[in-house]
Structure formats: structure tokens, C-alpha cells
């Protein structure tokens, strides 16, 4: 797997538009692990965070970069309680942004959809999202996925108002569901 220079190329930053008042930074790890697919990657960071987050109720969020062949994550971590986050993500040269990453925090129905905030991002950016909730299902929105309606969100316990999604569980090669641990 190719090594990328440490010299970092243009920030990204999350608007603050669709990601709230929390301060956080995000920047690849100085020694990042490489993983040889997007899921991969995503799977471990979210077996690395979603524990901790459900434990002290934060969101953790990041970047999935890729070097063309191999990825890796960044990572920013909220407020506890907040439900909310804002990171800058350092994009080393020779790597670009695939997708997003997230958790979201301690057990309340809500945290089980993407917010309209999240369905924002996936089209506002136009990569995948995925989640890993107090369950430990891991799903994806990807850029023109369906969305909520304000009634059916509110018939699912939600604000009523559109933009939350279900978006899609993801599954292994025998197609069951991925599971991400919810304890230490």
C-alpha cells in the first residue's frame, strides 16, 4: 500500500450550515492504519468509536480518504449530549474524500435515522454516509436516496419535518447485516 506525504493539501471543512456549534478537529492519524476498501475502513472506525460514543452519548464523525488504492479514516469527536459537531479535515496530498462517517451517540429512537442535517451533507457532497447507531447496525445514505416525509417522520416518533432517512443496512458477503460492538 502507498504511504502519502505529510504535507496536507487543502482543508475540507463542514459547512457550518449543515454541521452545528461543536468544536472538534479531525486529521488523518500521524501513522493511519490502510484498509483495502471503503467498507473496511469505515468498519473500523466505527468498531474503534460507536462504544465510546453510545458510552459518553457523542457523536463521532469523519472522513474516509483514498490514495486510488487503499483508504483509511479521520475523526472528530462532539460534544457529549450535543448531537451536533463541526471538524475540519486535513486531506494529505494524493488522497481524496470517498465518504463520511458517523456515530450517534446513546440510545434514543431518533439515533437510529440519518437527521436531515446527515441526508444535507450526502447531497450537498455527493458521497456516501454511513452510520453506526446504539444498536450496532452500520447503514449508508448515498447522494439521491430517499428521504422521510415531515408526516411519516413524525409517525416514526421524529420531528415532524422532512429530510431524516433510514437509509440502507449494510450486509457482509453471505448477506447478513454487520454489526458494530455497543460495548468496551
Known sequence: MKRMS????PTLRLAAALLFAAAASAQA???PRWFHSELEAVVAAAQHYNARSIREDREFLGAILSDGDSYTFTVGAGRPRQDRITLRIEIPAGTEVVAFWHTHGAQ???NRYFSAVDT???ERSQKPFYLADFTGTLKVMTPGAKTLSGPRARRLGLPARSGYAKGAVITDTAG?????ATRD
Open 6 to 9: 505529510p504535507v496536507p493539501r
Open 29 to 31: 492519524d500521524p501513522a
Open 108 to 110: 434514543r429512537s431518533s
Open 120 to 122: 444535507a451533507l450526502v
Open 176 to 180: 447478513q447485516p454487520i454489526r458494530i
